[in-house]
Nanobody, 118 residues
Framework: VQLQESGPGLMKPSQTLSLTCNVS?????????WNWIRQAPGKGLEWMGV???????HFSPSFKSRTSISRDTSKNQISLQMTSVTAEDTALYYC????????????WGQGTQVTVSS
């Protein structure tokens, strides 16, 4: 499975972030958990949320109120939207897969940088 993230790059505070993860070598309906993870400058990896192979979503409490994850089976894409971004949302955003029952993320994209600045 290959994952390729894309996003806006530079944003202004209060805007809505939209990210896309293009999936190849597999299908978004395959039995994976499809995750979004980010890493802010100088900080560790932060798990944001997941959409399961059956379409159910789960979020970290830190993001639940302003984040959604969806999938487009016709385009074989996973998407993330996050409202009301601030400078603290500046980070490298990754999509990554995890198999049910596993504790590690097996496949990662290369990440897409999002910078929030006025």
């Amino acid at each position: 499975v290959q994952l390729q993230e894309s996003g806006p790059g530079l944003m202004k505070p209060s805007q809505t972030l939209s990210l896309t993860c293009n999936v190849s070598g597999g299908s978004v309906t395959d039995r994976y958990y499809w995750n979004w993870i980010r890493q802010a400058p100088g900080k560790g990896l932060e798990w944001m949320g997941v959409i399961n192979f059956d379409g159910d979503t789960h979020f970290s409490p830190s993001f639940k109120s302003r984040t959604s994850i969806s999938r487009d089976t016709s385009k074989n894409q996973i998407s993330l939207q996050m409202t009301s971004v601030t400078a603290e949302d500046t980070a490298l955003y990754y999509c990554a897969t995890r198999l049910p029952g596993e504790t590690y993320f097996g496949f990662w994209g290369q990440g897409t940088q999002v910078t929030v600045s006025s």
